[in-house]
């Protein structure tokens, strides 16, 4: 989606959301001002939405996000501006986001951990995909473009797989 769009020539930024410790999220999306907390760099640092500023931000993992920054993340998309941690000012910002999940949302909105109307702003559009083992037929073709893409890298001549083998894996 990002390289083939026109924002392809600035940054694509990709964010685990699952994977940041709720206490350093904030300072991570957006950053913090120098001074803002014990042991902040000297000068600040700059977050991942400023770093994607112009470009797209992927959010993996949306799912796992704490409500406290799925507010804020909600006043980004709606006001398209973020204060950095320890700022008296908010920035502006131009970046799409595209957010990702293996949780069912629907289901975290019914037991209050997932925000309805930060759903209803990032649900443009959906694409599921379905788990490897309900399409057994993609097999085939990702195993030749994994072979084809490993025997490039390490420099070894291996052009088919054998129908044995791949009667094994399906």
């Known amino acids: 989606m990002h390289q083939l769009s026109g924002r ?25 001002e120098e001074g803002a907390f014990t042991g902040a760099k000297k000068g600040g640092k700059i977050g991942k939405f400023q770093l994607a500023d112009g470009g797209t931000i992927f959010l993996d993992e949306i799912g796992d996000m704490p409500l406290h920054m799925q507010v804020k993340l909600l006043r980004v998309l709606q006001e398209k501006e973020y204060e950095a941690v320890g700022s008296l000012y908010p920035k502006k ?73 791949l009667s094994l894996i399906e």
Not at 95 to 115: C, G, S
């Open 93 to 165: 910002i131009n970046v799409r986001v595209i957010a990702a999940t293996n949780r069912p949302l629907e289901k975290l909105i019914e037991q209050k951990q997932f925000r309805e109307d930060l759903f209803y702003r990032i649900n443009a559009v959906q694409l599921f995909t379905p788990p490897l083992r309900d399409r057994t037929e993609d097999i085939p073709l990702l195993l030749e473009y994994l072979l084809k893409r490993s025997t490039a890298k390490i420099g070894k001549r291996v052009t088919s797989i054998h129908p044995e083998v």
């Open 8 to 32: 392809s020539e600035k940054t694509f930024v990709k964010v685990n959301c699952g994977s940041i410790p709720e206490h350093l999220i904030e300072s991570e999306l957006f950053g913090y």
